[in-house]
């Protein structure tokens, strides 16, 4: 069984920063690309930043310059360096990762629980 566990989240002041980790468990072969995504209240999810295993990245427009996405492999875990915080990041933020289990064919997509990032102004 896999699992993604988030963890990070909170209550932080606009400008504050905040770091998030997400690290897989359980009977993982290998991970490919690696994501968070994030649902503002009353609102869909939407990518916030993506990293390929070859450490390749892309971001959203709303977040670029402010957020750092990387990764250790060796630990199958993401992470997301959140600076310069505003108001409008206040979201749940997912983690999911696209990843093949051992001695299972095939690649899977699986997500994590969320953490609640609250930025008040």
């Known amino acids: 069984q896999v699992q993604l566990v988030e963890s990070g989240g909170g209550l932080v002041q606009a400008g504050g920063s905040l770091r998030l980790s997400c690290a897989g468990s359980?009977?993982?072969?290998?991970?490919?690309?690696m994501a968070w995504y994030r649902q503002p209240p009353e609102k869909q999810r939407e990518l916030v930043a993506a990293?390929?295993?070859?450490?390749?990245?892309n971001y959203a427009d709303s977040v670029k310059g402010r957020f750092t996405i990387s990764r250790d492999n060796a630990k199958n875990t993401v992470y997301l360096q959140m600076n310069s915080l505003k108001p409008e990041d206040t979201a749940i933020y997912y983690c999911?990762?696209?990843?093949?289990?051992?001695?299972?064919?095939?690649?899977?997509?699986?997500w994590g629980q969320g953490t609640q990032v609250t930025v008040s102004s």
């Open positions: 990293i390929t295993s070859g450490g390749s990245t």
């Open positions: 999911n990762a696209d990843l093949s289990l051992t001695r299972v064919p095939g690649t899977y997509r699986y």
């Open positions: 359980g009977n993982i072969a290998s991970i490919n690309t």
